[in-house]
């Protein structure tokens, strides 16, 4: 049987680990995965000033052309144990869909496989990043006013990144489509929400896309569920939207994650 983690980090990651790529591939080789994909957080669009306190949502430019290359070589070195796909994971940020367009141009045709994920939320002149952290949500709050406009932000812009004419290269797979819910616990919207991801669900199938089913959420300790949720995955195997494991793994240890408790 054909093992897949499709939502991998490196120790390109301005903000997980520096555990070596190495570590990772051993430990998915130990764990039975026949196939990986590193889809490491994509360079920022240009022009886009990152709005994190932190300022290391995605990896430089610079370190672009090196996490490439580092791949490529232990693809080659690995090819007789495991199947290593090279991927990014790509911000869709509204308002600079064309400047996102362009990059994929340009690397998108080494790219095995990749992510297309919104992190990043337009309110009128700011982009927040909702997922950064509990307090960081806290501020949105002042901000939108509520948990369900917040909601309302994020399942639109969801839609928008589907719609969106990024080019030829264009990913394949929606990440963690519910990754709103990451502070649910502290924040529950008033309604459910399921017309929402249903209609986001239509869209994948429309556009031919895939699934990201995310572990990582299960470990969050006020989200306590996949990305998405166990009910929204029942609805897209029905539709055979191609579901895809990731552990969104941001240090090795983090492989697997989830998994046991997925319907997979």
């Known amino acids: 049987m054909t093992k897949i983690d499709g939502h991998i980090h490196s120790p390109y990651c301005p903000h997980g680990t520096k555990d070596p790529f190495e570590k990772y591939i051993e430990q998915a080789i130990q764990l039975g995965y026949t196939q990986i994909t590193f889809t490491e957080h994509a360079p920022l669009p240009k022009g886009f000033v990152d709005t994190t306190p932190t300022m290391d949502s995605g990896m430089t430019r610079e370190s672009l052309d090196l996490y ?53 939320l337009h309110n009128k002149n700011s982009w927040d990043c909702l997922d950064y952290s509990h307090e960081y949500f806290n501020r949105m709050l002042e901000t939108y006013g509520s948990v369900d406009l917040i909601y309302d932000k994020y399942y639109d812009t969801v839609k928008k990144s589907i719609l969106a004419e990024l080019g030829n290269y264009k990913p394949k797979r929606i990440g963690h489509m519910t990754l709103v819910r990451k502070f649910q616990k502290l924040h529950k919207p008033t309604h459910s929400y399921e017309q929402e991801t249903n209609d986001i669900l239509k869209l994948i199938k429309e556009h031919d896309l895939q699934l990201d089913y995310n572990g990582a959420g299960l470990l969050k300790p006020y989200c306590q569920e996949t990305y998405p949720s166990e009910d929204i995955i029942k609805k897209a195997k029905a539709l055979n939207i191609p579901i895809i494991y990731g552990s969104d793994a941001h240090q090795a240890k983090d492989l697997n994650q989830g998994r046991e408790k997925m319907l997979l």
Do not use: A, C, P, W
């Not at 991927?87 to 992510?115: A, H, P, Q, W």
């Open 68 to 120: 490439l290359s580092d791949l490529k070589e232990l693809q080659n070195r690995y090819s007789h144990k495991i199947n290593i796909l090279i991927g990014l994971e790509v911000d869709f940020i509204e308002g600079y869909e064309k400047e996102t367009t362009d990059f994929l141009n340009t690397y998108g045709m080494v790219l095995d496989d990749s992510i297309l994920s919104v992190h990043f």
